[in-house]
């Protein structure tokens, strides 16, 4: 199994609301990662989870807060976002952080905020 | 501050023939690049790898060049097709032991058949 499964694989949120994406992988990857993608741009890397702790923080806004529940779960919790957050939201999981293995990507979350 | 970087932002090739997909990398301490492609819709798939102690390695149909004194990585596809067509990212790993991946700016190849 090589797959980094997210859901949902759409969103639509209004500016108050609560919301969270999610992201699973069972392959035995103990880095975790965040990245949003806006169009025609490459991926921004936002958080990096090691060993279920955060270990970067790329100054991503609190309106984004990132969980992970266990070594095959994370989460990323959305509260007050704004239109210009609208993106694409991947999640990628890699053997170990900074061990030169390839990242292997979820297929994305497309979210809009209305 | 350093960055990568793609040469050209957009490739049209005939189907058959060879593509060359180039990249400029400003760090030193980057040891680790990885090929994506990405199709519209989905997420970056992973093409191919290869580690600053190597200056070439080839795939099927894919081969990836790096020189290092220049800071240049290369991507060629051989016998390109229809099913090429999307666009790939450079990444590069700059070692840290927490894990840093970062992307190029992306070059869109579009296959005419």
């Known amino acids: 199994d090589t797959e980094v499964t997210q859901t949902p694989k759409h969103l639509v949120m209004g500016m108050t609301n609560k919301k969270s994406l999610k992201c699973e992988q069972h392959?035995?990857?103990?880095?975790m990662y965040w990245y949003k993608q806006k169009a025609k741009k490459p991926p921004e890397l936002m958080f990096v989870y090691s060993y279920e702790k955060l270990s970067i923080n790329e100054s991503v806004p609190s309106r984004f807060s990132p969980e992970c529940p266990n070594s095959s779960l994370l989460n990323l919790h959305l509260h007050a976002l704004q239109p210009e957050d609208s993106a694409l939201y991947l999640c990628?999981?890699?053997?170990?952080?900074?061990?030169?293995?390839?990242?292997?990507f979820g297929q994305g979350t497309r979210l809009t905020v209305v | 501050g350093e960055s990568v970087g793609l040469h050209l932002p957009t490739l049209s090739v005939q189907e058959g023939d060879n593509s060359i997909i180039n990249c400029a990398y400003s760090n030193s301490a980057s040891d680790y690049f990885i090929w994506y492609k990405q199709e519209s819709g989905k997420g970056p798939q992973f093409i191919i790898d290869?580690?600053?102690?190597?200056d070439k390695r080839q795939g099927q149909r894919v081969t990836v060049l790096l020189n290092k004194t220049v800071k240049h990585l290369s991507l060629q596809i051989a016998a390109t097709q229809p099913g090429d067509s999307a666009v790939y990212f450079c990444a590069e790993n700059m070692g840290k032991s927490q894990g840093n991946l970062i992307f190029g700016k992306g070059t869109k190849l579009s296959v005419k058949p």
């Open positions: 990628a999981s890699s053997q170990s952080p900074g061990g030169n293995t390839e990242a292997f």
């Open positions: 290869i580690r600053s102690n190597m």
């Open positions: 392959m035995g990857h103990r880095a």
